[in-house]
């Protein structure tokens, strides 16, 4: 039987990260609302002890979601821990995630703390969490650099004192998928307990490896995928969860896993982020990026008109997006054939040997035909007859 793998999304948390975004309340609640309806299992909604604003955000956001645990990120600091209890008292599903840096690097120069205070502060701040939060997440920040015995015992600590997911951040982008996959197979074989949590991927896309690394972590053991819609994050950006639900479910065979995202609402959220993040969708992303059904070439279009799976994996509808043929100067006949009847000409395979070299001398100078191009041609065509 197949297993669940749930998506926990932090848009609005790693996801306002990125430079120059900073949503309003508005934005907050649309984003919220939608990543809901596209079938998230949880939502980092912020970071209450950053600001006035982070926690006045997430304590809306959890009167608001309907089905999504509401999430406010924490240091393991008093504080913190605090006002992400005191801003999700009000959601559905309250959670916390509390997070604390292991690797060596972060160790030495960041915390300036040895391996103990941090075992001593994972047990001490998990067991004051649990007094008022039931659902905490861990993570051992960089976690990919950290030391696989302490990384071990750092988690074990954690679900010793009541965390009930565990979260393994790739948090600068570095591991390969071998490596990434090799970190949950080294949990799974040491950690006591392991199946009486939740284990997430988080995975940063610094060497373009963030989807791949959540796919391993899956392939792995992980049972949630951490990720933002259209892979914002700090610096190159998270793991984009539109493209990951989109590889488990064209690649189910591989993974042979369930989720509950409503692949249709792909491209309804992904447009909301897009707006709200004033950061269009770059045209050949992967899922949502206006090129990613679109099929130029002469080749390409004629395969696809005679079956559109020569050149598509995904049909685009299932992820809310339409299929295009844009017309320049590498097409064919057949979709200039195909363009004109869509826009009323009765056009036959005999018409295209006068109007197809009309079009390629007209095409060799322009970017991308327009309608408008297309019924200048069909004028000097029949000007011609
Ligand atoms: O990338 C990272 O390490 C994080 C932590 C806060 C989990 O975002
Ligand atoms: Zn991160």
């Given at each position: 039987m197949a297993?669940?793998?749930?998506?926990?999304?932090?848009?609005?948390?790693?996801?306002?990260?990125?430079?120059?975004?900073?949503f309003s309340i508005e934005e907050k609640i649309e984003i919220a609302k939608g990543l809901d309806d596209y079938g998230v299992a949880a939502i980092e909604a912020g970071f209450p002890a950053a600001s006035h604003k982070d926690f006045?955000?997430?304590?809306?956001?959890?009167?608001?979601?309907?089905n999504a645990k509401v999430v406010g990120l924490a240091r393991m600091v008093r504080n913190d821990i605090n006002a992400v209890i005191e801003a999700t008292k009000d959601a559905k599903h309250p959670m916390i995630h509390v997070f604390i840096a292991t690797s060596p690097i972060h160790r030495e120069f960041k915390l300036h703390m040895?391996?103990?205070?941090?075992?001593?502060?994972i047990k001490a701040d998990v067991t004051f969490t649990k007094q008022h939060i039931q659902d905490i997440v861990f993570s051992p920040?960089?976690?990919?650099?950290?030391?696989?015995?302490?990384?071990?015992?750092?988690?074990?600590?954690?679900?010793d004192a009541g965390a009930t997911m565990i979260n393994i951040p790739d948090t600068v982008g570095y591991d390969t998928p071998e490596e990434y996959g090799e970190v949950f197979e080294n949990l799974r074989q040491n950690i006591?307990?392991?199946?009486?949590?939740?284990?997430?991927?988080?995975?940063?896309?610094?060497?373009?490896?963030?989807?791949?690394?959540?796919?391993?972590?899956?392939?792995?053991?992980?049972?949630?995928?951490?990720?933002?819609?259209?892979?914002?994050?700090?610096?190159?950006?998270?793991v984009d969860m539109i493209e990951a639900a989109a590889a488990i479910h064209v690649r189910h065979e591989n993974f042979n896993v369930e989720t509950d995202i409503v692949l249709a609402q792909s491209k309804a959220i992904s447009d909301i982020v897009a707006r709200a993040t004033r950061m269009?969708?770059?045209?050949?992303?992967?899922?949502?990026?206006?090129?990613?059904?679109?099929?130029?070439?002469?080749?390409?279009?004629?395969?696809y008109l005679k079956n559109p799976e020569t050149y598509e994996i995904l049909k685009p509808e299932m992820v809310g997006a339409?299929?295009?043929?844009?017309?320049?100067?590498?097409?064919?006949?057949?979709a200039v054939m195909s363009k004109l009847n869509s826009l009323g000409y009765e056009v036959m395979r005999e018409d295209m040997k006068a109007i197809f070299p009309i079009f390629k001398s007209v095409a060799e100078e322009s970017d991308l035909i327009t309608d408008d191009q297309l019924k200048v041609i069909m004028q000097v065509v029949e000007e011609k007859e």
């Open positions: 297993s669940k793998v749930t998506f926990y999304d932090t848009t609005m948390r790693d996801g306002e990260q990125t430079i120059g975004v900073n006045e955000e997430v304590k809306r956001i959890a009167e608001v979601v309907d040895t391996k103990e205070e941090i075992l001593d502060k920040e960089d976690a990919t650099r950290t030391e696989p015995d302490f990384l071990v015992a750092s988690v074990q600590t954690a679900i006591i307990g392991f199946d009486t949590v939740g284990w997430s991927t988080h995975t940063h896309n610094d060497l373009g490896m963030a989807t791949a690394n959540a796919l391993a972590g899956i392939a792995h053991g992980a049972t949630e995928i951490q990720g933002t819609i259209n892979g914002i994050g700090e610096r190159a950006g998270n269009p969708v770059a045209g050949n992303k992967p899922i949502m990026g206006r090129n990613a059904f679109a099929h130029e070439s002469g080749i390409h279009q004629d395969g339409t299929a295009s043929l844009p017309l320049g100067k590498l097409s064919g006949s057949h």
